[in-house]
């Protein structure tokens, strides 16, 4: 009989795999299972910033923003590779909000988060300027201002990495299927989705981190029930190929009240969304509907030059928020800040639930969850994740971020000049300093393998999944990279037959 863990984690989203490693990196014994592949639902669906939050200051959430914006300095420093700084204009539109209510807002969101590296806001002009260039005629005025932007799959990926590495046993398209409570411990069975082979452990805590299943996993798999509730909320973005040049997004205001984001995507493309629907169907089969496609086109046409219509878009995805359900009127209002539900202790096995919270707040969500979990494992390490940099985030820091990274570009084509400079901004931008474990002695191209188009080569294919859990095609096209966009389409069909044959590899 194997010893009880102290934490089973339920999920590989953002918070699952947050609280996994800063439980081991407390010396606590953790395994978590994700009953797909690591951030296959809401944390590879989200807009992918990391930020305060501007639109939240209207319903007074200051204790979300302040803490959203600490976060954000915080996870630029400790992923500078794939976060980084970027700049935001906000057109004045004046039948919309007023302008002083926009600066007060930004003033706000300058002051309240302790902002350290990124540049303040600023009025700006628009009209016969670069940055209102590709911006209809009657927008004359705007601002400017900062937050960041997280490849947000490979967030979650890091951050599983990071906690194996400290202990934690991380088991991807692993289900629990149900635990019951004996005496002080649970004993769970979780079932391997491929195999069907199942498990049995027993846990002194459950983590129940699983996103918009949270109440599923209350109910139906651990036999309980909750007062607290999530509340789905659809959100889908749309990719168009590249509208602007420059590496600015906007921030675009509806008619509706609600706000859009338009912003550069993987090079050659952009990146728009979100919508705010109400959702009652199944988490894992949510699309995206030709409603929100005009939707979020239409947006567009009312600030761009260019229109754009459905038959633009080159891909699509769509994700449901699992918020924290505070009986708001409506799908914009209900709050982005988390609930943590903690119960046990004792005679009684512990469970903690999350409900809501978002990814720019994932790693104090994980030190609250912490905080709290703690004095009834009998732990008392101190919290850690705040300066620890995840794998491939230990770049040299300079006063400007920006700074480090294209250092750390010039170094990595210096060690590999026979990489293609695209190449090598690519390979830092998704690896950091863990690059040197693809290309290692590389001494050509030649040298990293085969390649399965657009410069994914069987040395990366290897490295993802020999140390990121990457087992089909799509895992590797889609979450651990973006290639997905930039391969030709015979790229997913050669992986898949390269990944077959390394499965039996004996
Ligand atoms: C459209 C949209 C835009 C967003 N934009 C932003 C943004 O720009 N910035 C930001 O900070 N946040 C943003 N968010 C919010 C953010 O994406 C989410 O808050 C966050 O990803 C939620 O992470 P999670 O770990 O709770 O859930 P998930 O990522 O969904 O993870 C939960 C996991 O639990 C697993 N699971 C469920 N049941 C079981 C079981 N029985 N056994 C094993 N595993 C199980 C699921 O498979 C799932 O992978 C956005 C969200 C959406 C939808």
Known sequence: MTAPLDLLVIGGGINGAGIARDAAGRGLSVCLVEQDDLASHTSSAATKLIHGGLRYLEYYEFRLVREALLERERLLGIA?????????????????????????????????????RLPASKG?????????????????????????????????????????????????????????????????????????????????????????????????????????????????????????EGEHAYFLQNPDSRIEFVIPYEQHYTLIGTTDVPFDGDPSSVRISAEEIDYLCASVNRYFKKRLSASDVVWNYAGVRPLYDDDAANAAAVTRDY????????????????????????????????????????????????????????????????????????????????????????????????????????????????????????????????????????DILWRRTKMGLHSPSDTPAKLTAYLAQRAVRP
């Open 339 to 474: 609930e943590l539900e903690l119960t046990g202790g004792g005679e009684t096995p512990i469970l903690l639930s999350v409900f809501g919270g978002k990814i720019t707040t994932y790693r104090k969500l994980a030190e609250h969850a912490l905080e709290r979990l703690q004095p009834l494992l009998g732990n008392s390490a101190r919290a850690w994740t705040d300066s620890e940099p995840l794998p491939g985030g230990d770049l040299p820091a300079s006063k400007r971020p920006d700074d480090d990274f294209e250092r750390f570009v010039a170094h990595t084509q210096s060690r590999w000049p026979f990489l293609p400079p695209a190449t090598t901004r690519r390979l830092a931008r998704t690896y950091g300093s863990c690059v040197a474990h693809i290309l290692g002695g590389a001494k050509s191209v030649g040298d990293l393998g085969e390649d399965f188009g657009g410069g994914l080569s069987r040395s990366e294919v290897d490295y993802l999944c020999d140390r990121e859990w990457a087992l089909t095609a799509e």
């Open 124 to 244: 700006v002009r628009l009209r016969d300027r670069p940055l209102g260039q590709p911006l209809q005629g009657h927008l004359h005025h705007g601002f400017i201002y900062s937050d960041c932007w997280v490849q947000d799959s490979r967030l979650v990926v890091l951050n599983a990495m990071d906690a194996a590495a400290r202990g934690a046993r991380i088991l991807t398209r692993t289900r629990l299927i149900s635990a019951t409570r004996r005496n002080a411990l649970w004993e769970a069975t979780c079932e391997d989705t491929r195999s069907g082979k199942r498990m049995e452990f027993t846990a002194r805590a459950i983590v129940n981190a699983a996103g918009a299943w949270v109440g599923d996993v209350i109910k139906q798999r651990l036999n309980g029930s909750s007062r607290k509730h999530v509340r789905l909320i659809k959100g889908s973005h749309i990719i168009v190929p590249r509208m602007y």
């Open 80 to 116: 500078p590779h794939i976060i980084w700084p970027m700049r935001f204009v906000l057109p004045h539109v004046s039948a919309l909000r007023p302008r002083w209510l926009l600066r007060l807002g930004l003033f706000v969101y300058d002051h309240i988060g302790a902002r350290k």
